[in-house]
């Protein structure tokens, strides 16, 4: 299973990039305001700053909505640097656009995926990646990870090559549950990949090693 970080933020991209097991970045226009970046040009220099700090794919997010814009848009985007992929939000235009850079070479995205049936068109339309928001999903009562099974179980049954990108992760426990049920990605916030790491038998243990080993 491969690992993105879900952020804007250069320095957690560069720290979770140090570890030495990230796969690429997600970012989205929420992320993006987030870290304070405005203007089309302080964006696509942005995501060429993040291209060039890691070496994979990095999902840059259209903010059009309808199918020529969303095409401009994608196309201006994908021109960036050879590891973009491009974003496209989960509606009729989208999955029209989607097939469009599909049919020419630019590999998408599909964010906003909240059902079975709009991962399938999804990957009918040849989309890379489809992402699940998991952490919405669970925030409105639902169980995220329950789809990530169903889109896992039909994807496997017809063959699709587009790859499950569990998104809005929340918790290192969701990343495990993504894994077992057969993500092929997860993106996620550094904390909760960090979150990973920690155990408290791991903690005691450790001490215990280091003070017996002052008796060496
Ligand atoms: C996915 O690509 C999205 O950027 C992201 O995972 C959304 O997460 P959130 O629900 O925490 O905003």
Known sequence: MKFFIDTANLDQIKEANDLGILDGVTTNPSLMAKEGIKGQEAIFKHYE????????????????????????????????????????????????AIKWFTDNGIPTNCTLCFSAGQAILAAKAGARY????????????????????QIAQIYDIQGYETQIL???????????????????????????????????????????????????
């Open 166 to 216: 569990a998104a809005s992760i929340r918790n290192a426990n969701h990343i495990i549950r993504a894994a077992e049920l057969g993500a092929h990605v997860i993106t996620s916030p550094l904390e909760s990949i960090l979150a990973l790491l920690k155990h408290p038998l791991t903690d005691i243990g450790l001490a215990k090693f280091l003070e017996d080993a002052k008796k060496l």
């Open 130 to 149: 489809i992402s699940p928001f998991v952490g919405r999903i669970d925030d409105s009562g639902w169980d995220g990870m329950e789809l990530i099974g």
């Open 49 to 96: 700053t993040i291209c060039e700090l890691v070496d994979g794919d990095i999902s840059a997010e259209v903010v059009s909505t309808r199918f020529d814009d969303i095409v401009a848009e994608g196309k201006k985007l994908a021109a960036i640097h050879k590891n973009i992929i491009v974003k496209v939000p989960m509606i009729k235009d989208g999955v029209k």
